[in-house]
């Protein structure tokens, strides 16, 4: 039983981290462009996959390698340089999205890769990944169930996050009847929210 509770805590803190404000951002940016749904949430599951696989795979390395810079002073500027690279992200979508004219064209263009979210969420995990780590090393002795916290919370996160994508998704979708320049305005607000906070991760990580 002690080792079941904190894997089921590990589960609802992912799904808690999926709703996270830097995290709702990237994804509102990505399924705004979606008509459907259902395509929106499956953003969302495979946001969610390439943060889990990054968390997994790297939080695995380091804790079954027991990497000693984890242990330095240092640690927290090179985790640091990771958020900074997210809100580097940040930037580059909201302004790509402002940029693009189908964006603001009458014709939607829904049909894209899901890879582009899975390669956001992959990004994003990188930057998580390391003061989680240092969290769960501090708690857990035993590396196995290090890693399988790892899991759980990737499972959480997964799960919050395909939930959360279709609650961003809905001012997007066709049922909804929104005039074509309030979708317009939307667009445009995600986008420069999108730069202003990944402009702000960047100075605050790199500056401050």
């Known amino acids: 039983m002690q080792t079941l509770l904190p894997l089921m805590f590990a589960s609802l803190v992912g799904m ?68 900074a690279g ?8 909201g302004i790509s999205r402002l940029t693009n004219k189908q964006n603001f064209s009458r014709t939607r263009t829904p049909r894209y890769q899901h890879s582009y979210a ?22 857990i002795e035993n590396p196995w169930l290090g890693v399988a916290y790892l899991v759980m919370f990737g499972l959480g996160s997964i799960l919050g996050m395909f939930v959360a994508a279709g609650l961003v998704n809905i001012p997007f979708t066709q049922r909804m009847k929104i005039g074509r320049s309030v979708r317009m305005g939307m667009v445009v607000v995600s986008s420069v929210l999108c730069v202003t906070y990944g402009g702000w991760m960047m100075y605050e990580n790199l500056i401050l």
């Open 16 to 83: 808690g981290h999926a709703f996270e404000a830097d995290h709702l951002i990237a994804v509102g940016n990505i399924v705004s462009k979606r008509d459907s749904w259902l395509l929106a949430m499956k953003d969302g599951l495979f946001w969610g996959l390439g943060h889990t696989t990054t968390i997994v795979l790297l939080g695995s390395l380091i804790i079954l390698s027991q990497v000693i810079f984890l242990h330095s002073t240092n640690y927290e500027a090179g985790f640091g340089y990771f958020e």
């Open 86 to 93: 997210v809100g580097l992200m940040l930037v580059i979508m």
């Open 118 to 139: 899975y390669t956001v969420g992959l990004i994003h995990g990188l930057a998580g990944s390391g003061a989680l780590v240092i969290s769960i090393m501090g708690k």
